[in-house]
C-alpha cells in the first residue's frame, strides 16, 4: 500500500503515515493538491494531511481542498511535533543568520525566533524541505527548523531541539481515500459534515441544535469563506459519533431540511493520540551556547 504525503522525507507528515501505515511505501508530493490527485488518479492508496496544530491552529487550505476535491475521510490520528533548530555540520548557533522552516513551524516557534535578534527568518513550502535547501545549496549562516529525522536525512547537525513555544506541540491528521475505495472494516465512531446555511438570524443556532437534541458531541467547528459569494460561509463539523449510529443518520437528515448545501466528507475509526514525549525545556546540543 502507497501512502502519499506533502513534503520531503523528514516531514512530519510522512512521520504520521508510518504511525497510521506502518508497513506502507510513502510517496512525497510538493504540495497538499499533489496529495488529493495522486489518491484520486489511485497513485497512492491513501493520503495523510495536516488539519490543524494545538499552537498554530487550523491548516485552511486543506479544509478548502477537502471540499475542491472528492476523497473521503478514512482515519485521523494526533502527532506531538518537537521541531529542532538544524544546520549544516560546522555551523554554529551564532553563525546563524536566517532560519527556515514551512510558516506553521515558525508560529509555533514564534517566541524562540523573537529570542534570536539579527536572524531573518524566512517561510518555506516544507519543515524537511527547508533543511534539502541548506543541503543542496550549502548555506553555512543558516538552520532550518524541522524533525530529529530530516537532520538525519540530509546529514545536518541539530544545534537545539524542543524549541516549540509549548511542550505539548500536537498536530492532527486527516487520512484521505477515493471514494472508490474500500470501506473501512471497524466502526466507525467519528463523522465530518460540511454544510452551507441561508444567511438568516439563528440560522447556526438552529443547525447545530439538531445534534444538541440528540446529545451528540461536537469536537470541532470550523467556518471557511465560500468562494465567489463575499461574506457567505462554509461550516466543518466533527462528530463525535460514527454513521452506525442512527443519531447521526437521524441529525443529518434534519439538518437536510434547511442547509441549502450538506456534504458528509467522512465516517471513520478516530485513532487514539499518539504523542511521544517533549521535554519541557528546549535541549541545548553539546557545546553550543544557550
Not at 490543524?52 to 494526533?78: C, F, K, Q
Not at 535578534?117 to 524537511?128: F, L, N, R
Not at 506541540?169 to 470501506?183: D, W
Not at 443518520?249 to 517533549?278: D, I, K, V
Request: hydrophobic share 45%; proline share 7%.
Amino acid at each position: 500500500m502507497t501512502v502519499a504525503f506533502q513534503g520531503e522525507p523528514g516531514a512530519y507528515s510522512e512521520a504520521a503515515g508510518q504511525i497510521y501505515a506502518p508497513d506502507a511505501t510513502l510517496l512525497p508530493c510538493p504540495s497538499f493538491e499533489d496529495v488529493f490527485g495522486v489518491v484520486e488518479s489511485g497513485g497512492a492508496a491513501l493520503g495523510i494531511l495536516p488539519i490543524e496544530n494545538s499552537i498554530g491552529g487550523t491548516i485552511h487550505r486543506n479544509y478548502d481542498l477537502l471540499l475542491a476535491h472528492d476523497p473521503t475521510i478514512v482515519g485521523d490520528l494526533e502527532l506531538r511535533v518537537v521541531h529542532s533548530l538544524i544546520a549544516l555540520p560546522g555551523t554554529s548557533l551564532a553563525q546563524v543568520r536566517q532560519i527556515y522552516s514551512h510558516p506553521q513551524a515558525l508560529a509555533q516557534c514564534d517566541r524562540y525566533l523573537r529570542g534570536l535578534p539579527g536572524v531573518e527568518v524566512v517561510a518555506t513550502y516544507d519543515t524537511a524541505g527547508s533543511a534539502k535547501l541548506i543541503k543542496d545549496r550549502q548555506l553555512t549562516d543558516a538552520a532550518a527548523i524541522a524533525s530529529e529525522r530530516a537532520a538525519a536525512v540530509f546529514g545536518l547537525r541539530v544545534l537545539q531541539t524542543g524549541i516549540q513555544d509549548f511542550a505539548d506541540n500536537i498536530t492532527r491528521f486527516l487520512v484521505v481515500a477515493s471514494r472508490g475505495a474500500e470501506a473501512p472494516t471497524r466502526a466507525t465512531n467519528k463523522t465530518t459534515v460540511v454544510f452551507a446555511l441561508p444567511n438568516q438570524a439563528g440560522a447556526l443556532f438552529k443547525a447545530l441544535s439538531v445534534f444538541a437534541l440528540r446529545d451528540i458531541d461536537l469536537t470541532k467547528l470550523e467556518s471557511r469563506p465560500i468562494p465567489g459569494r463575499p461574506w457567505e460561509y462554509l461550516f466543518y463539523v466533527d462528530l463525535a459519533v460514527g454513521a452506525e449510529d442512527f443519531r447521526c443518520a437521524r441529525a443529518l437528515a434534519h439538518l437536510a431540511e434547511f442547509a441549502p448545501t450538506l456534504r458528509n466528507l467522512g465516517s471513520y475509526a478516530s485513532t487514539l493520540s499518539t504523542r511521544t514525549p517533549t521535554p519541557a525545556d528546549p535541549v541545548v546540543a553539546a557545546g553550543e551556547p544557550a
